[in-house]
């Protein structure tokens, strides 16, 4: 069983940064293709970004060059930046996980069987 926990949400302002933090439980968690969705109130849950093991990364068309994925195996953790924030990236930000994910299912969230309580991220004009 892999847990996640999420950290580093807050509230900013339009133009801001913040960074959030996805910790896992699992040694073996450089394994895991892990990803980074947000669900808006009453929006569907979309994807945000993905890393795999080789640490190759993966955007949503909305945040490309704005937001960068990394992680740190030392650390079992995956890391979020996000700059320029707009007020439309509010939302929960919920990190998933998952140890097999093929590349063209990499921004499904059915394919992610391990997910975080979610962190808010609120990006005021």
């Known amino acids: 069983q892999v847990q996640l926990v999420e950290s580093g949400g807050g509230l900013v302002q339009a133009g801001g940064s913040l960074r959030l933090s996805c910790a896992a439980s699992?040694?073996?968690?450089?394994?895991?293709?892990v990803a980074w969705f947000r669900q808006a109130p009453g929006k569907e849950r979309e994807f945000v970004a993905a890393?795999?093991?080789?640490?190759?990364?993966y955007y949503g068309h909305s945040v490309e060059g704005r937001f960068t994925i990394s992680r740190d195996n030392a650390k079992n953790t995956v890391y979020l930046q996000m700059k320029s924030l707009e007020p439309d990236n509010t939302a929960v930000y919920f990190c998933?996980?998952?140890?097999?994910?093929?590349?063209?299912?990499?921004?499904?969230?059915?394919?992610?069987?391990?997910w975080g309580q979610g962190t808010q991220v609120t990006v005021t004009s």
């Open positions: 998933a996980a998952d140890a097999v994910v093929i590349l063209s299912s990499i921004s499904g969230h059915p394919n992610y069987d391990y």
């Open positions: 699992v040694r073996t968690f450089s394994r895991y293709t």
């Open positions: 890393i795999r093991s080789n640490r190759a990364t």
